[in-house]
């Protein structure tokens, strides 16, 4: 039997179904399918139109009723969309001509009359069914929401959202997609008179199968599977005077919270996009701030305390070794035994001074699309971090690394070096024997680590994942690593990747 999950909503209007179906999108993805049942005139088409102009961004978007021409296809930002409408369709065979057979992948597909051909319709869906509520209001509807399969666990999830927007107040919230990151979170703005908030679904999930030591990837590097870290790291954050957000409404067990908007004004600049001086600095010297301080291994979480993991030599290789992994293959330059034994030999080697630093709090990704500039606050107070779930202990030099050799946007190195030569003047200031030249060499042993991790991401995001457009950092990540590699003390790492590691883009051997 296959397992499935329902609940009921009445929708009194149509902005209650523009509600249900934005809280729906908030939860689906390309794969999924969502099948919607009803009579004539039951409201199929229009829950359907509410979900594509949410994922669009756009209230105004023409989505006209497939009825006729059987299948409409959106390029909409998250991840293709398409709208079919079985209604005229009179045999199963029909199906493959207009592309639902076989139903197309890594596309959200919706299907109004899907009783037109039952056989074509795959076990793991949702379905809404419509019916008219007249003593409601005139245009009242009641959907029955349920889920077969495996998409039996989004409806309960939706189900479980939608208490927690109820009992938070936001049931009646108009609600506006955010752009999501390269997690499984995703976000949307919520609208009540003149209030803003974001509504964050953190689902616990481990990234990728127990393929490193009988651990997921996310579990061997020390990344966040669940909401629990963000809510402790947040408020050990601001306990520290870094502007994070704060936290109205938590739902720790299921993973949702409700959190201060910090708006969208960024500390960038310009197409292509640059750093602002002005706000790089107030990002510097936050973290000069915060690195010249003793800080707690363990912070509290709600009633409990949570100890931040420990950057270790483990992680840190495992993370080095997805540019083998994922990179190197796509490049065409496989490596043999000896030559990669000898690439965790050195890092082995390498990691013994950062892992031997004074550990501080690595926020892990602090660089300009996880900081927002908030003007009308002062210092570095300015500076929102909002990005911060899998903070580790490790060395300082890393979210230095991560702010002046920023993964989206080009830095250029006369910037890098002012910055980085701030933050050394600003540690000094406050600790006179601070090390600049020690700092400065595991600046370099970082950003190496760092940017070599980020090659063999960007190329697992791609081929992993479907997400092709990470693709276009790499050469920018190829030139923050011959920077690091230009230090003195990776030499033998340098002369390492000459040999084997191509260029972004080159073929393999050049």
Same mark, same amino acid.
């Given at each position: 039997?296959?397992?499935?999950a329902t609940f009921s909503v009445a929708l009194h209007n149509e902005t209650a179904t523009a509600q249900l179906m934005a809280d729906l999108a908030l939860l689906v993805g390309p794969g999924d399918v969502?099948?919607?049942?009803?009579?004539? $005139?039951?409201?199929?088409?229009?829950?359907?139109?509410?979900?594509?102009?949410?994922?669009?961004?756009?209230?105004?978007?023409?989505?006209?009723?497939?009825?006729?021409?059987?299948?409409?296809?959106?390029?909409?930002?998250? =991840?293709?969309?398409?709208?079919?409408?079985?209604?005229?369709?009179?045999?199963?065979?029909?199906?493959?001509?207009?592309?639902?057979?076989?139903?197309?992948?890594?596309?959200?597909?919706?299907?109004?009359?899907?009783?037109?051909?039952?056989?074509? %319709? /795959?076990?793991?869906?949702?379905? %809404?069914?419509?019916?008219?509520?007249?003593?409601?209001? !005139?245009?009242?509807?009641?959907?029955?929401?349920?889920?077969?399969?495996?998409?039996?666990?989004?409806?309960?999830?939706?189900?479980?959202?939608?208490?927690?927007?109820?009992?938070? $107040?936001?049931?009646?919230?108009?609600?506006?997609?955010?752009?999501?990151?390269?997690? +499984?979170?995703?976000?949307?703005?919520?609208?009540?008179?003149?209030?803003?908030?974001?509504?964050?679904?953190?689902?616990?999930?481990?990234?990728?199968?127990?393929?490193?030591?009988?651990? !997921?990837?996310?579990?061997?590097?020390?990344?966040?599977?669940?909401?629990?870290?963000?809510?402790?790291?947040?408020?050990?954050?601001?306990?520290?005077?870094?502007?994070?957000?704060?936290?109205?409404?938590?739902?720790?067990?299921?993973?949702?919270? %409700?959190?201060?908007?910090?708006?969208?004004?960024?500390?960038?600049?310009?197409?292509?996009?640059?750093?602002?001086?002005?706000?790089? @600095?107030?990002?510097?010297?936050?973290?000069?701030?915060?690195?010249?301080?003793?800080? /707690?291994?363990?912070?509290?979480?709600?009633?409990?305390?949570?100890?931040?993991?420990?950057?270790?030599?483990?992680?840190?290789?495992?993370?080095?070794?997805?540019?083998?992994?994922?990179?190197?293959?796509?490049?065409?330059?496989? &490596?043999?035994?000896?030559?990669?034994?000898?690439? =965790?030999?050195?890092?082995?080697?390498?990691?013994?001074?950062?892992?031997?630093?004074?550990?501080?709090?690595?926020?892990?990704?602090?660089?300009?699309?996880?900081?927002?500039?908030?003007?009308?606050? +002062?210092?570095?107070?300015?500076?929102?971090?909002?990005?911060?779930?899998?903070?580790?202990?490790?060395?300082?030099?890393?979210?230095?690394?991560?702010?002046?050799?920023?993964?989206?946007?080009?830095?250029?190195?006369?910037?890098?070096?002012?910055? &980085?030569?701030?933050?050394?003047?600003?540690?000094?200031?406050?600790?006179?024997?601070?090390?600049?030249?020690?700092?400065?060499? &595991?600046?370099? %042993?970082?950003?190496? @680590?760092?940017?070599?991790?980020?090659?063999? +991401?960007?190329?697992?995001?791609?081929?992993?994942?479907?997400?092709?457009?990470?693709?276009?950092?790499?050469?920018?990540?190829?030139?923050?690593?011959?920077?690091?590699?230009?230090?003195?003390? &990776?030499?033998?790492?340098?002369?390492?990747?000459? +040999?084997?590691?191509?260029?972004? $883009?080159?073929?393999?051997?050049?």
């Amino acid at each position: 039997m296959i397992a499935s999950a329902t609940f009921s909503v009445a929708l009194h209007n149509e902005t209650a179904t523009a509600q249900l179906m934005a809280d729906l999108a908030l939860l689906v993805g390309p794969g999924d399918v969502i099948t919607l049942t009803g009579d004539l $005139g039951a409201g199929k088409t229009a829950a359907a139109r509410s979900l594509i102009r949410y994922l669009a961004g756009d209230d105004e978007l023409e989505v006209p009723s497939p009825t006729f021409t059987l299948v409409q296809g959106y390029e909409l930002p998250p =991840f293709p969309v398409m709208h079919a409408d079985l209604y005229r369709v009179e045999e199963e065979s029909e199906l493959e001509e207009i592309g639902l057979s076989p139903l197309p992948e890594a596309t959200l597909v919706l299907i109004e009359w899907p009783e037109r051909a039952p056989s074509a %319709i /795959p076990e793991d869906r949702i379905d %809404i069914a419509l019916t008219h509520r007249p003593a409601l209001g !005139s245009n009242a509807r009641a959907a029955d929401i349920t889920g077969y399969g495996k998409a039996a666990a989004t409806v309960a999830r939706l189900q479980a959202l939608r208490a927690f927007l109820d009992a938070s $107040g936001y049931t009646d919230a108009a609600r506006k997609r955010m752009a999501g990151d390269a997690s +499984t979170r995703s976000y949307a703005r919520l609208l009540r008179d003149d209030e803003i908030v974001i509504l964050m679904n953190f689902p616990q999930r481990p990234d990728g199968a127990a393929l490193y030591n009988g651990k !997921s990837y996310s579990a061997a590097v020390h990344l966040a599977e669940n909401v629990r870290p963000f809510v402790a790291i947040d408020e050990g954050l601001r306990a520290q005077g870094i502007s994070a957000p704060a936290i109205h409404h938590a739902d720790l067990d299921h993973g949702f919270l %409700i959190t201060e908007d910090f708006g969208s004004e960024g500390v960038i600049e310009g197409d292509p996009p640059r750093p602002i001086l002005e706000r790089y @600095q107030a990002a510097t010297d936050a973290l000069a701030m915060l690195h010249g301080k003793t800080l /707690p291994e363990t912070v509290p979480l709600v009633d409990q305390t949570y100890t931040i993991p420990v950057f270790d030599a483990e992680a840190l290789l495992i993370e080095i070794g997805l540019m083998p992994e994922w990179y190197l293959p796509d490049r065409n330059a496989p &490596l043999s035994a000896a030559a990669r034994a000898e690439f =965790f030999g050195m890092w082995r080697e390498l990691l013994k001074k950062p892992l031997a630093a004074p550990r501080t709090w690595i926020i892990r990704d602090y660089h300009s699309p996880n900081l927002i500039w908030l003007a009308d606050r +002062t210092g570095i107070e300015r500076v929102g971090v909002i990005d911060f779930q899998d903070a580790v202990l490790g060395p300082q030099s890393y979210d230095v690394v991560s702010l002046l050799q920023d993964a989206r946007i080009d830095v250029p190195e006369n910037v890098e070096l002012t910055l &980085l030569s701030r933050y050394i003047k600003a540690r000094r200031s406050g600790y006179a024997s601070f090390d600049a030249a020690g700092f400065a060499e &595991l600046y370099a %042993i970082m950003s190496a @680590q760092r940017n070599t991790r980020l090659l063999g +991401t960007f190329a697992r995001l791609n081929r992993r994942d479907g997400k092709p457009h990470y693709l276009r950092h790499q050469p920018r990540i190829w030139t923050y690593l011959q920077r690091s590699l230009a230090h003195p003390a &990776l030499s033998s790492l340098r002369d390492w990747y000459l +040999t084997n590691v191509p260029p972004p $883009g080159a073929p393999a051997g050049t």
